[in-house]
């Protein structure tokens, strides 16, 4: 979570991804876009004023919640797999989609060398 002075509340990407995920009400694809965009604005806004130490502390934390959420990651790319498969994805598509340990700790590895 990172505090934002200008513009005076807190920007969680987890809780915001957690809401579109779970919308009961499937909206549109327009409208998660539109939802994804101001909240990418916002939190660009936010980094902008944001200190060294808390674009810091935001990447470790960053980090730390893939490798506690790494099974679910991995849960949610098989079923991402399954469904380009169900729907006759080419197979090279398929195979870039797939994201396993290696993958992840890839990730990790970026974001706190």
């Known amino acids: ?24 009400m499937n909206p549109p694809i327009s409208t998660v876009m539109q939802q994804m965009g101001v909240a990418a604005r916002n939190a660009s806004r936010a980094l902008a004023v944001a200190s060294t130490a808390t674009k810091s502390k935001a990447l470790v934390t960053i ?41 992840i700790d890839q990730m990790i590895d970026t974001l706190v060398p």
Not at 10 to 16: L, Q, R, T
């Open 1 to 24: 979570m990172i505090e934002s002075p200008s513009i005076g509340s807190a920007i969680d990407a987890s809780e915001a991804a957690r809401y579109l995920y779970n919308c009961g």
């Open 63 to 103: 980090a730390e919640t893939l490798d506690t959420e790494r099974e679910n990651i991995k849960a949610a790319n098989a079923a991402d797999l399954a469904g380009a498969q169900d729907n006759n994805v080419d197979q090279p598509l398929v195979d870039r989609l797939l994201l396993g340990d290696k993958g």
